[in-house]
């Protein structure tokens, strides 16, 4: 096993390259959906490697509920630098699973409230609320989302802004847009080096909408101006339980994209580009931890085996 074991825990450095690169080069739609699979998939290899530290530190404990066998110097000579390495690795996955538990939480207490918020109005696709603060967010469902939209923002669009708003946030209900940010939000918790993952993935859903907007009114100004004019109004306003579905996003960004000419719609970029050169890097990289946390837990399996009296 040796020091392939660490390998999980520094290879999303790999990925830091792909997560400017897709956002500026690739389509939203593809973008996020490599940038998510990468994420979750190096995550589950960093919790696997702490998991296997975590039981070699365990062992080593004065009274450890761990079978005697397990603390063997076989079993510590599998892994580099055991004493400290495996010590650490114990409150480092205790405060991973504190930090996601904590994330699913919040999560699911948010959508109970804003559904709470929803009772008694007619069961549409799109709730308006008579409130002075201008805001919108798509709030997700188990049968079906809704697009939830103050008066006050509604009064301040045009008709076809208005129009734009809607196909922004119905996207988001279409796509899954909030388990893409959810999967990012954990990925980044389980290992911090994922980060810059979970901020691209904010990007580039909020570009998929704008896209998708731009279709389903026929203008990409148009969409550019509702955008820039809800950014504007609703600055700041978004009650803060909300903040995890009423996302903005960079809008300067954002607009100056759907100004500019709409993105190829390409499933995988060439090799031979400089953003799919980095795709291309991530995903070995991918590759290489999932073998590495696959190969350091068939190892360490077999020689707990090993070590574990009959």
Request: hydrophobic share 50%; charged share 15%.
């Amino acid at each position: 096993m040796g020091v392939f074991v660490f390998l999980p825990l520094v290879l999303p450095l790999t990925a830091w390259p792909v997560a400017r690169l897709a956002e500026q080069r690739l389509h939203p739609r593809t973008a996020t959906r490599l940038l998510t699979a990468v994420a979750a998939v190096m995550a589950a290899c960093s919790a696997v490697c702490l998991g296997l530290l975590m039981v070699v530190g365990t062992a080593q404990l004065p009274g450890n509920p761990l079978p005697d066998g397990w603390s063997d110097p076989e079993v510590r000579e599998a892994v580099p630098y055991d004493e400290v390495a495996g010590k650490a690795a114990i409150p480092a996955l205790c405060a991973v699973l504190v930090l996601c538990g904590r994330t699913l939480w919040r999560h699911g207490r948010t959508r109970r409230r804003a559904h709470r918020a929803l009772t008694g109005l007619r069961g549409t696709q799109v709730a308006v609320l008579r409130d002075d603060v201008p805001y919108a967010y798509a709030l997700p469902g188990r049968q079906r989302g809704r697009v939830v939209v103050t008066t006050a923002l509604l009064d301040s669009l045009e008709p076809a802004e208005r129009r734009a708003l809607f196909a922004h946030e119905r996207s988001h209900l279409t796509a899954r847009h909030h388990r893409f940010l959810l999967a990012v939000r954990l990925a980044a918790q389980a290992n911090p080096f994922l980060r810059p993952l979970r901020t691209a993935v904010t990007y580039t859903t909020e570009r998929w909408a704008d896209e998708d907007a731009a279709q389903a009114v026929g203008s990409r100004r148009t969409v550019a101006h509702a955008i820039g004019k809800a950014a504007l109004l609703s600055r700041g306003a978004a009650p803060a339980a909300l903040a995890g579905f009423a996302v903005a996003g960079p809008v300067p960004r954002r607009v100056a994209a759907l100004l500019g000419p709409a993105p190829v719609a390409r499933r995988w970029p060439s090799l031979f580009t400089t953003v799919g050169l980095a795709a291309w890097g991530a995903a070995a990289a991918t590759a290489v931890s999932a073998m590495s946390s696959a190969n350091a837990a068939v190892t360490m399996t077999l020689i707990l085996y090993a070590a574990t009296p009959l």
